[in-house]
């Protein structure tokens, strides 16, 4: 069952349903324009994310004519991988992508491939299916800084690696916050105690480079954002105080990784180091789950984090 979250500033949470609840989310914009509301969808999901925006749109009442633009953060495909389909819907839409994700959006046989190679053609097909392609000409690309427009308000386009090459979050100055993708971390809501959102960085898949996701991190906070809107999980609030805690867990899965470098089995040992490391930084604050639903809840991300990190040395030496 997915549900949906009202923020101010016309900005809508959706559960994309991906895996469990509470762990990807896709953002629906409204504002006012000169010739009605126009509506903006930031992050797609996955085909299964669909009919979920569908719906949504349809309890408020939003004609498909009135979405305007189709923003995806990068194309990792918990974040892009249904845009092939949701663009089919939305006869004036246009799909806003990193320009080097563009090519995989038009041409999706290479990311399908990729990804098949990782999960199997089994699972690969019940999570994700086939990846519609999307002519070029409902594509923008921006550059970096570029600024588009929804009714009122203004959407910056600012060019993000670290996690990914083809990564950029987006500032709206409306509520002053950024989309943030996967770039300013995870904060998945169960986790959050007193001490306010859990965070941490992610490392994967393939083309982790932690000086580039630090740099982007603190550019990020040099627009002075009030909040963050993460794809994993929900509107957070003090940037400044999260970014510290971010940047530093980015250097300790730098330094697990390091030392573990020649180890003969070294990406499962990265793994339980990390795992280990979430758990006690947990504990630090405050969690009350048992430690059980803690290892359920970071057990893949920790996996995932280990690849990536597997994958960084490797291209690193």
């Given at each position: ?38 509506v903006a969808i930031v992050e797609t999901g996955t085909k299964d994310t669909v009919p979920v925006i569908e719906a949504f749109l349809h309890d408020r009442g939003i004609d498909f004519e009135q979405v305007k633009y189709v923003i995806v953060t990068h194309v990792h495909l918990d974040h892009a991988g249904g845009a092939g389909l949701l663009m089919q819907m939305l006869p004036n839409a246009k799909l806003v992508v990193h320009e080097k994700g563009a090519r995989h959006m038009i041409n999706p ?209």
């Amino acid at each position: 069952m997915t549900s949906n979250t009202e923020l101010n500033w016309g900005i809508h949470v959706l559960d994309t349903g991906f895996h469990r609840d509470n762990m990807a989310a896709c953002y629906v914009v409204e504002d006012e324009g000169e010739n009605g509301v126009e509506v903006a969808i930031v992050e797609t999901g996955t085909k299964d994310t669909v009919p979920v925006i569908e719906a949504f749109l349809h309890d408020r009442g939003i004609d498909f004519e009135q979405v305007k633009y189709v923003i995806v953060t990068h194309v990792h495909l918990d974040h892009a991988g249904g845009a092939g389909l949701l663009m089919q819907m939305l006869p004036n839409a246009k799909l806003v992508v990193h320009e080097k994700g563009a090519r995989h959006m038009i041409n999706p046989a290479k990311l399908q491939a990729g990804a098949t190679a990782v999960y199997g053609e089994e699972v690969f097909s019940k999570t994700y299916g086939d990846l519609l392609s999307i002519d070029e000409s409902k594509i923008l690309v921006p550059a970096d800084e570029e600024v588009l427009t929804l009714g009122s308000r203004s959407f910056s386009f600012i060019d993000t690696p670290g996690h990914a090459r083809h990564h950029f979050c987006v500032y709206d100055n409306k509520s002053q916050g950024f989309f943030t993708g996967d770039t300013f971390g995870l904060a998945y809501q169960e986790l959050t105690t007193d001490k306010g959102p859990f965070i941490f960085p992610t490392t994967t898949p393939v083309q982790f480079d932690p000086d580039a996701l630090k740099y982007s991190i603190k550019r990020l906070l040099s627009f002075q954002p009030q909040r963050m809107f993460l794809t994993h999980y929900g509107m957070v609030e003090q940037p400044d105080v999260l970014a510290e805690v971010l940047l530093a867990r980015i250097d300790v899965l730098v330094d697990i990784a390091t030392r573990n470098a020649n180890h003969s089995d070294r990406i499962n040992v990265i793994k339980e180091e990390v795992l280990v490391y979430f758990i006690e930084q947990l504990a630090e604050h405050n969690c009350t789950l048992s430690k059980s639903d803690q290892v359920n809840l970071l057990a893949m991300d920790a996996t995932l984090n280990a690849q990536g990190l597997d994958v960084w040395l490797s291209l690193r030496d």
